[in-house]
């Protein structure tokens, strides 16, 4: 009996779930994000700073987006910007010094709606554009830093689910991929989830 029931009130939330609703309002949206980033830094012609650096701290992101829908597709342009993320390098068990990278990024994103006039419908999304990168070595015994700056040039890939409230609000949330771009020779990647409001008006 108990497993009848649990299995009938699954099979109500996903036809609920699946059921169309009003259409999907089309026009110019709003957008904020927020979520975690987890840096990776990554120097692939130097094996020994290879081996010292690798995932850094994850660190808040947050981030605005005005963009444009139209049927199943979006497009807009996104601010992203992340904490600062550090990490200890050390070198045969002593602490030589600390890795800090900042970074923001300026994004033109695509998304593909799957099922944009239903209650969740999955998307997924790519982007270009570029970031500020930001990365400051702090030596551990004199105190003295070395500080690189870059813009470089940006892309990212993922995908999520989008839950409609109405037919101009969504919430959103999803993961995606990072290449920030090379800095002092190293490459900064990033993996990020987020979570969000969308509001089309």
């Known amino acids: 009996m108990k497993k009848a029931l649990v299995s009938a009130c699954s099979a109500l939330v996903l036809a609920v779930a699946l059921s169309s609703v009003a259409e999907a309002r089309d ?3 709003l957008a904020a994000r927020g979520g975690m980033t987890w840096n990776n830094l990554n120097n692939k012609d ?3 700073t290879k081996a010292k650096i690798s995932d850094l701290d994850s660190v808040a992101m947050y981030s605005g987006a005005i ?3 139209y049927k199943y597709f979006r497009a807009e342009f996104e601010y992203i910007s992340r904490d600062d993320a550090e990490e200890d390098i050390v070198s045969e068990g002593i602490h030589t010094s600390t890795a800090t990278v900042s970074s923001q990024s300026y994004m033109l994103n695509i998304y593909v709606d799957l099922m944009p006039n239903y209650w969740i419908s999955p998307y997924f999304g790519a982007g270009i554009g570029y970031s500020e990168l930001e990365l400051v070595n702090e030596n551990a015994f004199s105190g003295e830093s070395e500080k690189w700056e870059e813009n470089k040039f940006s892309w990212q890939i993922g995908g999520g689910l989008s839950i409609r409230i109405n037919k101009c609000l ?3 949330g999803g993961y995606r991929y990072y290449t920030l771009g090379k800095i002092e020779g190293a490459e900064v990647n990033a ?5 969000g409001i969308r ?3």
């Open 46 to 48: 130097d094996e020994i």
């Open 27 to 29: 026009g110019f949206y």
């Open 191 to 195: 993996h990020e989830w987020y979570g």
């Open 67 to 69: 963009g444009y829908k």
């Open 170 to 172: 969504n919430i959103d």
């Open 199 to 201: 509001f089309t008006f």
